[in-house]
């Protein structure tokens, strides 16, 4: 290969590899994206509370296939650099967010998309599947529950005061945030979930779990201490025809923990 060459090979393979970031208007507010990749098939992936692209996917952003996938990561609105505006948490902030994501992927002019949801970013993502049916591929869940117990009451109650949360968790969220707007907004999410714990069964999202069409993988880590199992084994029972992948050693984040498995999974479950 002549110098030329090689130059041209080298700045095409970064081109492929590096992660581009940017802001898009959608629904009335700002959204902010991460995107590598070049592939034909087009991945979203949803972050968890509070979370954002750059805090919760890091490893999947750097490794995921680059030519079979476009990969992208977003900030749902008031989350990470989706700001303005503040978060909030309507009763239908889930609804809310499926419909912003969907949106922001048809803004980017993808004609479809698989989905990939962490806690809640799953829920979102199952909601997403229901609702706009024809525009997703494929989906991948962990760390996601269709509906609110006590037992989730008591859990939520003892992440309320981030204060509290190991130094490890806190502090790229801290540096994201500032002190003040994690508390706050983490104080308020508890809030915003346990409104569904006053509804009929604590429903989020399980009336619509029969209506996912798209195949579906529900990953669980069995040390999860955030979402107990029977969250993803009534996930799985009322989602047709999905599969469900037990890590034993898995805790709620097993595709930071364990990424190199994780992504070979969600690559052979995608292609």
Known sequence: MTRSGRKGSL????????VT???VAVNGVHLHYQRTGEGDHA?????GMLGSGETDFGPQLKNLNKKHFTVVAWDPRGYGHSRPPNRDFPID???RDAKDAVDLMKTLKFPKVSLLGWSDGGITALIAAAKYQSYISKMVIWGANAYVTSEDEVIYQGIRDVSKWSERTRKPLEALYGYDYLAQTCEKWV???LQFK????GNICQH????????????HGEKDPLVPRFHA?????HVKGSWLHLIPEGKHNLHLRFANEFNNLVEDFLQ
């Open 233 to 237: 084994d009534f996930i799985h029972k």
């Open 43 to 47: 991945v979203l992936l949803l972050p």
């Open 191 to 193: 809030d915003g979930i």
């Open 208 to 219: 619509l779990l029969p209506l996912v069409q798209c195949p579906t993988l529900i990953v």
């Open 21 to 23: 970031s940017a802001k």
């Open 198 to 201: 006053h509804l009929p069964d």
């Open 11 to 18: 700045a095409l393979r970064r081109a492929i590899t590096s």
């Open 93 to 95: 902030f889930f609804e």
